[in-house]
């Protein structure tokens, strides 16, 4: 499966964004997809999860309550909603797929998108 990420940008603190992951190839929907995100002299941490059937999403603590994950297999596409935007917001945000059901660490996903560039202003 081939992953294409997009939406990101310029946000000004306290805004929002909708980050996109498009997929093409295999069937989507038997996938988990993931977010994660990479700031400059750091690890690519995890963000977000959402399981195959959509019943289930995870969040790493630092955007709970803030982040929403969702998805429309139909469109082929997972979506981030970031709202209440902060500047340590700021990475590069790459989606992910896995058929595993473990979500939070990156080597157990199989494919990657190209990464799209989040940065938050204060």
């Known amino acids: 499966v081939q992953l294409q990420a997009s939406g990101g940008g310029l946000v000004q603190a306290g805004g929002s964004l909708r980050l996109s992951c498009t997929a093409s190839g295999r069937t989507f929907s038997s996938y988990a997809v993931g977010w994660f995100r990479q700031a400059p002299g750091k690890e690519r941490e995890f963000v977000a999860a959402?399981?195959?059937?959509?019943?289930?999403?995870y969040y790493a603590d630092s955007v709970k309550g803030r982040f929403t994950i969702y998805r429309d297999n139909a469109k082929n596409t997972v979506y981030l909603r970031m709202n209440s935007a902060k500047p340590e917001d700021t990475a590069v945000y790459y989606c992910?797929?896995?058929?595993?059901?473990?979500?939070?660490?990156?080597?157990?996903?199989?494919?990657w998108g190209q990464g799209t560039q989040v940065t938050v202003s204060s």
């Open positions: 959402i399981s195959r059937s959509d019943r289930n999403t």
């Open positions: 992910a797929a896995t058929t595993d059901s473990s979500y939070y660490t990156p080597t157990t996903y199989d494919y």
